[in-house]
Each structure stands twice: as C-alpha cells, then as structure tokens.
C-alpha cells in the first residue's frame, strides 16, 4: 500500500511534463483531494452551506435580494411574527432582510482580506524559505515584527488609523464609499498574512531539496522557474486551507471591530446588529442578536468544517489530529 | 549547556532588531500616517500660535527620524509619556490597570487551561469513539459564536435577569473584585475551552503516536497508566510551553470583558484610549505588548531546555 502510493506520487511528479502517462493524468493531487473529500458527508454538506452563503451574498451585492433592507416595513421593534420571522429593528426595518444582506459584508470580508493577505503571505513565505540565508532573517524578522504585537491590538490600530481619513478618502472615491467596511478589509488583510507566511514558508523549506525540484534544476530550469512552476503548486494546499479559516476569523473579527466602533457603517452587518444588542436586550429584543447571531454560527461552523475537512483531504498525513 | 547559554545569549541580542521593528510599525501607523493629531486636539479652528505650541508639547516638531528616535528610546526605557485624554503619566496607569487586569486573567486562565487539559486527555483517552467525537463537534460549535455574543447573552441572562453576578463595576481588594470578576472569568473560561481542547487535544495525540506507547503497550501496561504515566509527562512539555507564551496576553486583560464589564485594567483603558484618539496610549500598549511578548517567547524557549534535556537549542 505504501510503495503503491508511493510510485503514484512519482507518476505525478513525472507527469507534469510527461504526456505520455495520459491514462493517469487526471489523478492529480488536488483530484485525490477532491475524492477524500467527497467520502465525508458533513464536509460536502458544509461546503453546499458555504456556497449558498456565497450565492446570497452575490445576489445581494447585486441587488437582487433583499436590497429593500433599508424600508420600513412595521412599527419600532416589532416582536418575530409570520411575517417577520425575526421582527424588525429600532427604525422598524426587517431584521430578516438586513441578515439577508449582511451575508455581504460577512462574505467580502473574508475574501478581500484573504485576496489581502495571500499574495503577501506567499510570496515572502515562499521567497524566506527557497532562497534561505539573509533574504529569510530579513523576511523572519519582517514576520516575527507584525506577529509580536498581538493581533487585537494591531487590528485596531490599523483599523482606527485608517478610519481617520474619513474625509480624504470619501472625497476621493465618492460619498457612497463606506469607510468602516474599507478599514475592517485593509486591517484584517495586514494582519492575517503572518500565519499563513510562515506555514508556506517551513513547507517550501521542506521542499526545496526534494527530488523534483533538483531534477527541474538538472533540467536547466532556474530559481524562478523551480519556485513558480514547481514548489508553490506542491504548497498550495496550505494557502487553501487557510482561506477557510481565515474567512471565520475575519467574520468574528468583524464583529469585534464594531463593537470597538471601527466597523461598517452604511450598510447592514452581523457585527452591528450583534452590538446594537448592547442596548436592546435590556428591553427584551433579543431577535436581532438571534438572527444575526444564527446566520453567522451557521456559516462559520463551515468553515471551520470544511477547513478541518480540507486538511484532511489536502494533508493526509495530519489526519484525526485536531 | 555552553551551547544552550550562548543560544540565549543571542536571542537576547535578537530582541534588538524586532523591538526596533516593532517601534518602526508603530512609527509608520501612527507618525506617518495617521493624520496630523493636532488639528483632533485642538478643534476645528485653532490659532497658529497655538498649532505651534502643541506641535512642540507633543514632539511633532522634530524631524520624523527624531520621532522615531523618540518611540524607540520609550521601548527602552519604558517612559512614555503622558495621555492626551487623562494627562496621566502613562506608566503609572500601567501600573494601576494591571492589577485589576491580573484579577480577572490569571484566574481564568488557570482554570480555563486545567479545565481544558482535564477534558483533553478525556477526549484523547477515549479517542475516535461517541464521546470524543461529541466534545470535538461542541468545541467547533462553541468557537463558531461570537465572544461578543457569549458576553451580552450572559451578562443579561446570569447577572441581569436571575441576579447571580454583578452586572459591572469593580472594587479593589480581595475578596471584593470576586464579586465583579466571577462573570468575566466564567465567560473567558467558556471562550477558551473549544480552541484550547482541541489544541491539547492535538499535543496529546502527537505522543500516542509515538514509539515509546507502543513499546508501553507491549510491555503489557494498561492504556490508563500508559495516558497518565508515559503520554501526558511528554504532553506536557509542549502544553508549558503554550501556556508560557500566553501570559503576557494576560496582562493585557481582555478589551472586551473589561470593558464591557466596567474593569479599570489595561483592556479596558486601552478601549477607552481607542475612543478618546489617544495616541500616546495605544502607542504604548502596543509596544507593551510586543516587549512582553517577546520576552515571553524567549522564556518559552529556555523553558523548553529545562524540561526537556533532549532539545538542544542551536
């Protein structure tokens, strides 16, 4: 069984140039991946949650669901009815709709800040393990800065700073533009790429000398080459596994944020109604907490899931380990 | 041993660059560019005069090379300056928030890590059956809710509506601050047990995997002496050292809990420095933080050597 495995992660190799094992070429690594994921039932059902997740969030951005959010459609906090199902807000606006609409902001913040955090995160992770010597003490020590100030801390002061330019910068890309959701995206973004950066970068070490990447040299290919082409496919896993933590740290980051009063302000969050909860659980509306609060636990629990499932199926070796 | 001591030695010298780093990030975010903070001190419409005489206070006058001289030289010397809002010497409110910080963390922090050892090793022991699986799937549960929510849903049920804490405030002295600090600890303790069980969870795993259990078992040792005498002695090396890299966290408090329960410690002021655009203080706090925290990854490291001969550190 070993050996079996074995020879089929040589095949592999082989087959990224060599056409001539086409019977086999469709098992690739992420295929493999893709079977071990199908086995398990509640990864699949997590990954169906978070597309539909990603759907209602497409459809609101584009205006076609629930982009009436801001009507008022009943009198100041009315209690969940059949028509409501979680009531409607201080303004009278429906509580159901601004979950609706909110997946938006839940579902941009995760993947702006990942699309933030993974060019930064790969690229020096991979450069501070391939070349290895000063180019990594500078890259280590350019991590070891970011991850030494805890992340809270660092998170809300970048958050705070950038919202100071709140008027430069809604002079500059229009009254529409939505200052808090840019802060959360940009803080979020410069804080999440350290672990990921590190992680690629103990794997490209790992990689660096293995076999394939020594043949590609043999082969005349160069660093660029060797690191492009053939390590970063091999460590790519990790960034995707990483992608499904990182959109559940940065939805309950996002919540975090407002309750500091550096969240989004223009449109509907699970991190504002969540806070606006401060002020109304005392007079008994606990509907905006529980919509907000469900329709967040639904789609982190997911993630975080699926992000155990994907290490499972992208990382065989680190199986039934956490 | 030579060796160990001059690896400590150099990580020592280590500290060097990334607490100037450190100082050169709070620098860019703060000095560079955050808008100039005169103009949020003074008002809308202050008097050159006055422009002038703030910028020279407050050491915006200098060149940025001096001001980040400035930053580094209070890493070093921990003097910070004054608060803008409070006009308080901002060591001495240091000094005042960690203790009301302390009386909530460490606390909860101890019972928080031997709760979650406890249903580690439960879960490890027990490994790959119903109750395993069922403590893994409330742990991912109970990460997949908000702190904030566990805060307010607590706050209203346990001290609002039956009465059994107090909602907020804080009093100095024992027994006092237990009246204030049980809510808080309990909410920490509950945040902490899924992300915590499932680490331990991992540590423990790593060992039963090991060798030396298996020559355990063959030597004919029940699975109980072999989890209690042989897995979790080596478990425990890499569950000290965690706990060690946590501490300086927990003298920064929780920004949450305190401030949400009205605790003077640092969260709380660091919050309310937040609010207020106090500079100096969140300058402070994060250079606080990081000195600490780099001190403690290096105790961390030296603790290893201690309890585990087997590392040698290069």
Redesign the interface.
């Known amino acids: 069984m070993i050996e079996q495995t074995a020879i089929k992660n040589r095949i592999k190799v082989n087959d990224m140039k060599n056409d001539s094992i086409k019977l086999i070429k469709n098992r690739s690594l992420w295929f493999d991946a893709w079977d071990r994921l199908k086995q398990d039932k509640i990864a699949l059902v997590s990954l169906s949650i978070v597309l539909f997740y990603a759907i209602v969030a497409l459809l609101s951005a584009m205006g076609l669901l629930a982009a009436d959010w801001n009507e008022i459609v009943g009198p100041s906090y009315a209690a969940p009815s059949s028509e409501h199902w979680f009531g409607t807000d201080f303004l009278g606006r429906s509580v159901s709709r601004k979950i609706i609409n909110g997946t938006q902001v839940a579902m941009s913040v995760g993947l702006i800040s990942s699309f933030i955090a993974i060019p930064i995160g790969l690229t020096l992770g991979a450069v501070a393990g391939y070349f290895g010597k000063w180019v990594d003490e500078i890259i280590v020590w350019f991590y070891t800065t970011f991850s030494s100030i805890p992340g809270i801390m660092l998170l809300m002061s970048i958050a705070f700073v950038i919202k100071k330019f709140q008027d430069s910068l809604t002079s500059f890309f229009g009254s529409d533009f939505d200052i808090g959701l840019f802060a959360v995206f940009i803080a979020l973004g410069l804080t999440s790429w350290v672990g990921l950066c590190r992680l690629i970068r103990g794997e490209v070490l790992k990689h660096k000398d293995r076999e394939y990447v020594q043949a590609a040299g043999a082969l005349g290919a160069g660093h660029f080459r060797k690191l492009v082409k053939h390590i970063i496919p091999n460590v790519t896993h990790i960034v995707i596994i990483n992608t499904s933590l990182q959109f559940q740290i940065a939805i309950k980051s996002e919540v975090i944020l407002s309750y500091l009063g550096l969240g989004v302000s223009g449109q509907p969050s699970w991190g504002t109604m969540i806070n606006d909860a401060k002020e109304e659980l005392a007079r008994g509306v606990y509907w905006q907490l529980l919509g907000a609060t469900l329709a967040m636990f639904v789609v982190v629990l997911a993630f975080n899931i699926l992000g155990d499932a994907l290490r499972d199926a992208l990382d065989p070796k680190l199986k039934g380990k956490s | 041993m030579n060796g160990n001591l001059n690896y400590i030695l150099r990580r020592l010298l280590y500290l060097v ?2 607490l100037l ?2 100082c ?3 620098f860019i ?2 000095n560079v ?3 100039d903070p005169v103009h ?1 001190l003074l008002g809308k419409h202050p008097s050159q005069d006055q422009i002038i005489q703030l910028r020279e206070q407050l050491g915006l006058n200098k060149s940025l090379f001096f001001q980040y001289v400035d930053i580094v030289r209070s890493a070093f010397t921990f003097d910070f300056g004054r608060s803008w809002s409070t006009k308080q010497d901002i060591s001495t409110m240091f000094m005042n928030g960690a203790i009301p910080s302390l009386t909530l963390t460490l606390p909860a922090f101890t019972i928080a890590t031997f709760t979650s050892i406890f249903f580690a090793v439960i879960v490890a022991y027990f490994r ?1 059956k119903g109750i395993d699986l069922f403590i893994r799937i409330s742990c ?2 109970m ?7 566990y805060i ?2 607590f706050q ?1 049920f346990l001290a ?1 509506k039956w009465g059994l804490f107090e909602i907020s405030g804080y009093e100095y002295g024992f027994p006092n601050f237990l009246y204030y600090v049980s809510l808080p600890i309990l909410i920490w303790v509950i945040l902490s047990l899924g992300p915590d069980i ?2 331990y ?2 540590l423990i ?2 060992e039963i995997y090991q060798d030396y259990v298996r020559t355990a078992r063959a030597k004919g040792l029940s699975e109980r002496v072999i989890l209690f005498k042989h897995v979790l002695r080596n478990a425990m090396i890499p569950i000290v050292t965690y706990t060690v890299v946590q501490l300086p ?1 927990l003298l ?1 408090g929780s ?2 809990l305190e401030s949400f329960f009205s605790i003077p410690g640092l969260g709380d002021m ?2 309310n420095a ?2 207020a ?1 106090d500079f100096p203080v ?1 300058k402070a ?2 250079i606080f ?2 000195v600490a ?2 001190f403690f990854t290096l105790m961390q490291d030296i603790i290893y050597t201690i309890v585990d001969p087997r590392i040698k550190l290069q």
């Not at chain 2, 990460?143 to 929510?149: E, R």
């Open positions: 660059p990334v780093g450190v050169f990030l709070i975010l703060f560019v955050a808008p949020m790959g991912i549960a990460m997949s809710i908000s702190s904030l929510v307010l849903v209203y609002f499932r680490f969870r991992t795993l790593d966290f920064l920004l949450l660091t919050i937040l609010n655009s969140l706090m994060s933080s990081a925290y780099i």
